[in-house]
């Protein structure tokens, strides 16, 4: 089996990026969720307040990934479009070429609409 060609290691790196962003979109809402369960509850146990404070903290440490994340993400559907162009004049093999056109397609459906992840 040969090895896979550049193109088809950006193409996943991208995905790979586009997952993670909305893994951590997924975490944000659950911690939400349980700040928002947190406020409502009583102080049955006596440490609610540092409860509260925690979980704030996690949403912040949670919110503080995404500007890098979306840097990461621009550099990789960069990359993504310099291997497209390369391979295209390469001769790289037209599934992997498919496959990473709609890649970008559907990333910068996302990004013009501010919902990617």
């Known amino acids: 089996m040969p090895p896979p060609s550049s193109l088809a290691i950006a193409t996943g790196a991208l995905q790979r990026l586009i997952k993670e962003e909305a893994s951590y979109h997924d975490e944000l809402k659950g911690q939400e969720a349980r700040l928002q369960k947190l406020t409502n509850s009583s102080d049955e146990d006596g440490n609610h307040d540092w409860n509260i404070r925690q979980e704030r903290t996690a949403i912040e440490q949670t919110r503080a990934v ?3 994340l ?24 037209e599934i992997e070429v498919k496959r990473a056109k709609e890649l970008l397609e ?7 609409s501010d919902t990617l992840r």
């Open 66 to 68: 995404f500007p890098s």
């Open 70 to 93: 979306k840097q990461r993400i621009s550099e990789a559907q960069a990359n993504v479009k310099r291997q497209l162009e390369e391979g295209e004049n390469s001769g790289v093999n």
């Open 106 to 112: 559907s990333v910068e459906e996302k990004v013009a």
